[in-house]
């Protein structure tokens, strides 16, 4: 009996606890007694970490040149490992990342690279950058944030250069009839919406009669398979067998 | 003015020579496609395709897969003979619409219709 009193306390003291943790705008009032000012500011600092651990605005990866990058000018929280330090981060600029930015050995070809925002030491604000064949941190750096990642092709030139937090993207291409337009990478079907219209249109009839009608279409389904056909009808009503094309597309995703 | 001019070719340069993922039939290497941004991988092995990533710009008809690169492959003999007979067509339709349009106006001038545009000498 005095165990299951036990065990029911701790929990209601976890729940209190979970709770505790949540902003609070009443908290940290003059009122407040001496005492409580360290509890109640851990309280604020754990929700503010929460909201701000992986804050970043701007800092856009884009192409320069084969041999650069473009991280345009933003604001980031950096951390380390743990997330028990973080550093506040800010470029005022836009940056160019390139291979004197690697944080350890040498340029690879066909390799992919991870870019990062680092912070150099705990008393820097501006951020600088590095770029790692690791996914998950850079070596020798203890503050970090990953921005997104690029590859480098067999030529050596960067390419593929895609952002951490792409949210919202529009891709634009060419479709075959019957074939699905492909999902952008990082997002389902719910999130995005297909626009198709017409690419190629190829409408041919050696029947040899008038041609009274063109009936050509061009459209897409909620599965994104495109449907992309044309035939002809003559002066007697006979159709030829659809003809197949091609159509051109956007799609936008949002997530 | 003229560096507006410039600027604008340079961006219409930048987005004609933008690169694309070509999309391929594992089975046939056979392009169904390009987009302009990456493709999930795993939408694209639910069909049994895959993406290829190339600078070229290139329309997707007649696209191959081919060591890995892309190209376009020559025309098969029923491409060629589809060609061939569509020529032909369009030279024959030619011809009947020119008659079509010389007796359809001889007649209107017979009649004494004045046409503006047209004469039945025009497609003699």
Redesign the interface.
């Known amino acids: 009996m005095k165990l299951r009193i036990l065990l029911l306390s701790l929990m209601l003291l976890s729940a209190t606890m979970a709770q505790a943790a949540q902003w609070d705008k009443t908290r940290l009032l003059g009122t407040t007694q001496i005492n409580n000012i360290d509890t109640e500011t851990q309280a604020q600092h754990a929700a503010l970490d929460r909201l701000l651990a992986n804050y970043r605005e701007g800092m856009k990866l884009t192409y320069s040149s084969g041999s650069t990058l473009a991280v345009s000018a933003g604001e980031v929280m950096v951390s380390d490992s743990t997330g028990a330090t973080r550093l506040m981060m800010q470029t005022t600029s836009s940056t160019n990342v390139t291979f004197s930015d690697l944080d350890t050995g040498s340029e690879a070809p066909s390799t992919t690279y991870y870019v990062y925002a680092i912070a150099a030491s705990a008393s820097d604000t501006t951020a600088t950058f590095k770029i790692s064949t690791s996914a998950t941190s850079p070596s020798g750096v203890t503050y970090y944030k990953y921005l997104g990642q690029f590859y480098n092709n067999s030529s050596s030139d960067m390419e593929q250069i895609k952002n951490d937090n792409d949210n919202t993207i529009v891709s634009t291409g060419t479709a075959s009839n019957s074939s699905t337009i492909a999902l952008p990478s990082g997002f389902s079907n719910d999130e995005c919406d297909v626009t198709v219209s017409a690419n190629s249109q190829d409408c041919f009839t050696n029947s040899g009669g008038i041609i009274s009608d063109v009936e050509a279409t061009y459209s897409v389904n909620s599965s994104r398979v495109v449907t992309a056909t044309c035939h002809v009808r003559d002066n007697n009503g006979t159709a030829t067998s659809d003809i197949s094309n091609t159509v051109n597309y956007i799609v936008v995703c949002h997530k | 003015m003229r560096r507006i001019v410039l600027t604008f070719i340079a961006i219409l340069m930048a987005h004609t020579a933008s ?3 070509y ?1 391929f039939k594992n089975d046939t290497y056979e ?11 795993n ?2 092995n639910s ?1 049994n ?1 895959f ?1 290829f ?1 190339s ?1 070229k710009d290139m ?3 007649r696209l191959e897969f081919f060591n890995n690169d892309i190209r376009k492959r020559a025309e098969t003999s029923d491409e060629k003979e ?1 060609r061939k ?2 020529a ?2 369009a030279e ?1 339709q030619k011809i009947i619409n020119k008659r079509i349009m010389y007796l359809a106006t001889k007649s209107l001038e017979d009649e004494g219709v004045k046409l503006k545009k047209s004469k039945s000498s025009d497609f003699k």
Do not use: N
């Not at chain 2, 169904?32 to 493709?39: F, L, R």
């Open positions: 690169a694309s993922w999309i392009c169904v496609g390009k987009t302009s941004y990456e493709p999930d991988i939408d694209l069909r395709e993406a990533f600078k329309t997707i008809d589809q007979a569509e032909a067509a024959e």
